[in-house]
């Protein structure tokens, strides 16, 4: 039997999906049947993605791909959800949280709030935190633009654990377990000792460093910059592997699995990147999907794109676009995995089957949708077999939304 990347890399191009709980309708297939769900223990320093089993970091893991156990496995809602709790938030808020050691981390633009991840009720705050921190082994790890500096918090009551001053706002971190934390500073990638503090590393790179560069094959760090730069380096001393100069600056974080690095940039094109391209530019293909500056993920195969008005998902061999699904007029969302359901926002929160059936040419089927008042994203994150999401909840209002 063919393996399902190989229906992918066969499959013809997709139609827009444009109808609301269109599944079993015609021209779209019916969603398969989910997986039991299944929660497997990781080895987070042995996965090449670092995970650990929990969404730990922005993109959840250290690729940046937004899944903790790979689509097929862990806990998710794939029939309906039920509202477990909400927080108001900022209708402005454009950050979604990252959720690990039983508490959600929803970076605000007046510091990180910090939530129990049952109730919703607060436990502390860090101020000056405006990007999502790594959690790590009862550490929380953050980007300190106010001080300017890099600090290590408790995750238990935010107590300080080290702080260390850097010369400007320090940018998004990132961290593969084991290895140095990783923060942009400046036109500077800078590694520290996660224990201490201390700098083990830096180097200087061609524009100011973005947010949360992923970790590629365990041993590299994809770095991109506003000039539109992607370098490659090694991770225990950043030494240069490879590097790319691309047409516009990334819109978001790049993500990465073990083929290739990710990224979607300025001019509305999704690029896939490697060293040994055999291209002369380092770019493996190129496909038009518009901004995401939340984010891309990529699971067995594809590569999803949540841009405005419509989530792509694209062939990570051959970059052909295999199906499109409509979302509304909204792009402050990113796809998240779990038990062949890929759950994304926009006008209403969608879970979708993106491999229903033997061919993708007919696009998504639709496991289930849920509207509230208006717009769905930042988020959704997937944690544990709930889904945190901000949601516009009236006309005036919106919340953080824990949904199971």
Excluded: K
């Excluded at 909400?86 to 990180?112: H, K, M, N, T, Y």
Aim: with cysteine; net charge negative.
């Amino acid at each position: 039997m063919p393996s399902r990347r190989s229906v992918l890399a066969a499959a013809g191009l997709a139609g827009l999906g444009s109808f609301a709980g269109c599944a079993g309708v015609v021209g779209r297939p019916a969603p398969d049947d989910p997986p039991p769900a299944e929660t497997p223990p990781l080895d987070a320093e042995r996965q090449v993605y670092g995970s650990d089993g929990q969404w730990s970091s922005f993109g959840c893991n250290a690729g940046n791909t937004r899944s903790v156990h790979g689509i097929h496995a862990g806990e998710a809602p794939v029939d309906d959800v039920t509202e477990q709790w909400r927080v108001p938030v900022s209708r402005s808020q454009l950050r979604a949280p990252i959720v690990a050691d039983g508490r959600v981390f929803l970076p605000e633009r007046d510091g990180l709030r910090v939530l129990d991840a049952e109730s919703g009720a607060e436990l502390w705050r860090a101020q000056g935190v405006e990007t999502a921190p790594v959690v790590r082994d009862g550490t929380v790890y953050v980007a300190d633009r106010a001080a300017p500096a890099v600090r290590a918090l408790s995750a238990a009551d935010g107590t300080e654990q080290w702080t260390t001053e850097t010369t400007t706002a320090p940018a998004g971190p990132s961290m593969y377990p084991g290895q140095p934390l990783l923060v942009g500073v400046g036109e500077r990638i800078v590694a520290f000792d996660p224990a201490t503090g201390a700098v083990a590393w830096e180097r200087g790179l061609f524009g100011r460093v973005l947010d949360h560069p992923p970790i590629w094959q365990g041993y590299f760090v994809a770095v991109a910059t506003d000039a539109g730069e992607v370098a490659v380096l090694t991770t225990d001393d950043g030494r240069g592997h490879w590097r790319v100069s691309l047409p516009a600056p990334p819109t978001g974080p790049p993500s990465a699995d073990s083929d290739a690095v990710y990224v979607t940039c300025r001019d509305g094109v999704t690029y896939a990147l490697g060293g040994d391209s055999g291209s002369g530019t380092g770019r493996v293909w190129s496909v038009d999907t518009g901004w995401t500056p939340h984010g891309l993920g990529i699971e067995r195969g594809l590569v999803v794109a949540g841009t405005t008005s419509e989530v792509h998902a694209v062939d990570s061999d051959s970059g052909a676009v295999r199906w499109r699904h409509a979302l509304g007029d909204w792009r402050h969302t990113a796809p998240a995995f779990g038990r062949d359901t890929l759950f994304v926002g926009g006008d209403r929160l969608w879970a979708l089957d993106p491999t229903a059936g033997s061919e993708l040419s007919r696009g998504p089927a639709v496991r289930f949708e849920r509207s509230f008042h208006g717009r769905v994203g930042p988020g959704p994150v997937l944690n544990d077999g709930t889904l945190y999401v901000v949601a516009e909840t009236g006309p005036e209002s919106a919340h953080l939304l824990a949904l199971a």
